[in-house]
């Protein structure tokens, strides 16, 4: 999480919408990668595409809050 990423910035959007996203649908090389968990959360922009996947929903909002951007809760 060293790397910041500009979330947004070309159409000056500042939100970023956090959802669960099973591991189970997600392509094989993120599978393997998910080290035994069963559900990521994506933070996402506002056209759904996937910015970032992170292990819990704290982490979701913490990475929103260390990018300056506002993050809200999709069920």
Do not use: S
């Not at 069963?38 to 996402?44: F, G, H, I, K, S």
């Not at 996937?50 to 819990?56: G, H, N, P, W």
């Not at 704290?58 to 809050?65: I, N, S, V």
Request: negative net charge.
């Amino acid at each position: 999480m060293d790397t910041r990423y500009d979330f947004g910035a070309e159409t000056g959007e500042r939100i970023v919408y956090v959802r669960p996203v099973a591991v189970a649908d997600l392509p094989e090389e993120i599978q393997a990668q998910a080290a035994g968990l069963t559900q990521l959360y994506a933070l996402c922009d506002a056209n759904g595409a996937r910015l970032a996947l992170v292990k819990d929903r704290w982490m979701a909002f913490a990475l929103a809050r260390e990018n300056e951007v506002q993050a809200v809760n999709v069920h």
